[in-house]
């Protein structure tokens, strides 16, 4: 057997690297940038005013109150080409570019106006008050937006306050998913006494899309050699082929043996972890393979560890979120054996502001409701001693995904 670590350095370095492709900016959520974006504009391209009011000379509203006649109106989108000089105003809305001569704006719940005519009566204006700058959030030529960087909501904003109509991402990598076994059946159809309903390829599926990656679902392969080689024949022209269960050793566990005469390369398949020992790692020429265990709990766990951090190695992202993370745990922990071990915690900020993870009571692997409610994974080293409340650990996020705000 080999750590977690090995495993999943030796899965990442295997990750090609998706070639880039362009797309537009209305379709970019999610993606994840193979190019640093920089902005084709200054924001703003003007000096604009914050507020709705007037904009006036500083110097002429040093003494309030003052008397100043109003020479031009300029609503947003609109702007003045005069100046205006010694005891002169414009009335102004916010986001109007502020006319030439004016160095301050006075907000107006602070006047009176009678026609012509702004009495200011209130309120200190002085140099640059209520006035932003050109360029007060970003110049032409600023670079904004980094390579590698997964495209949120607020990205795609910004992106289109840079004036960029295209951009180039990483393409989506390709994921075939194969599960296995004829115990197997889908949600729905009739469940015999011996058979249980298949969650991996949905759950899967799922996981696939969030990770910012492309599924392919092959359906389900029965324990039959010549069913499981045709079925796993779909996976040719994908980046990577995913199967659940039949990655161990047994006499009905087809997938090593079956695969291995259609070219699989087998780098390791045992890892010391749990849940998730039997887990297999290798390449069918060009496509990766990654054989997770068929237990669901310890599939989407396996998933988690390594699944997604080499889709984002495939996509050249810098997901913090997936990384480690420390918190503070909330209840005892006896001591852990010689395999490092994944407990399903819920997460919760304490008085203090830290980030206080309970494991949940039932850990083991066929619980897959515990998983649903799960906020992180407790990452334990193998022989950890016993740990008590308030003792750091360090955590691994389940959330994170490529759809974000």
């Not at 990205?155 to 990598?173: E, F, Q, T, Y």
């Not at 990577?240 to 161990?248: I, R």
């Amino acid at each position: 057997m080999i750590s977690v670590a090995e495993a999943r350095a030796r899965i990442n370095e295997a990750m090609p690297l998706m070639p880039a492709e362009q797309i537009a900016l209305a379709d970019a959520f999610g993606r994840v940038l193979a190019e640093d974006l920089s902005a084709r504009r200054t924001q703003p391209p003007h000096a604009v005013s914050a507020m709705d009011g007037y904009a006036v000379r500083a110097a002429d509203v040093a003494t309030l109150p003052a008397r100043l006649k109003i020479v031009a109106e300029i609503p947003a989108g609109q702007s003045f080409d005069g100046a205006i000089g010694a005891g002169e105003a414009t009335r102004i809305f916010t986001g109007a570019p502020v006319p030439k001569g004016a160095d301050a704006i006075v907000i107006q719940e602070n006047t009176k106006r009678d026609g012509d005519v702004v009495h200011i009566i209130d309120g200190k204006a002085p140099v640059g008050r209520y006035i932003r700058p050109a360029g007060l959030d970003f110049s032409e030529g600023d670079t904004l937006l980094r390579s590698g960087r997964r495209l949120t909501a607020r990205d795609i904003s910004l992106a289109a306050g840079m004036n960029i109509p295209w951009l180039m991402v990483r393409r989506k990598p390709r994921i075939a998913l194969l599960a296995t076994g004829d115990e197997v059946v889908m949600p729905g159809d009739p469940v015999g006494d011996n058979q249980i309903v298949s969650s991996n390829g949905l759950a899967l599926r799922a996981f696939v899309i969030a990770c910012g990656a492309d599924p392919i679902d092959l359906g389900i392969a029965p324990d039959s050699r010549d069913a499981l080689r045709a079925m796993a024949e779909g996976a040719r022209g994908a980046d990577m082929l995913v199967t659940t269960g039949g990655a161990s050793v047994g006499d009905h566990d087809l997938v090593q043996q079956v695969l291995g005469h259609i070219g699989l390369e087998v780098d390791f398949w045992r890892i010391a972890m749990r849940p998730g020992k039997p887990l297999m790692f290798g390449n069918i020429e060009s496509t990766r393979m990654l054989g997770l265990p068929g237990n669901p709990v310890s599939a989407l766990v396996c998933a988690t560890i390594f699944l997604r951090p080499a889709i984002n190695a495939m996509l050249g992202s810098n997901n913090q979120s997936a990384m480690e993370q420390h918190a503070v745990l909330a209840a005892p922990l006896p001591e852990n054996d010689e395999r490092e071990d994944y407990l399903r915690a819920t997460l919760r900020i304490g008085h203090d502001g830290s980030r206080q993870a309970t494991p949940l009571d039932k850990q083991d692997s066929s619980v897959f409701s515990g998983l649903a409610r799960a906020d992180c994974l407790i990452v334990r080293a193998p022989f950890a001693p016993p740990a008590t409340a308030g003792d750091p650990i360090k955590i691994l996020p389940l959330g994170g995904g490529a759809l974000s705000i």
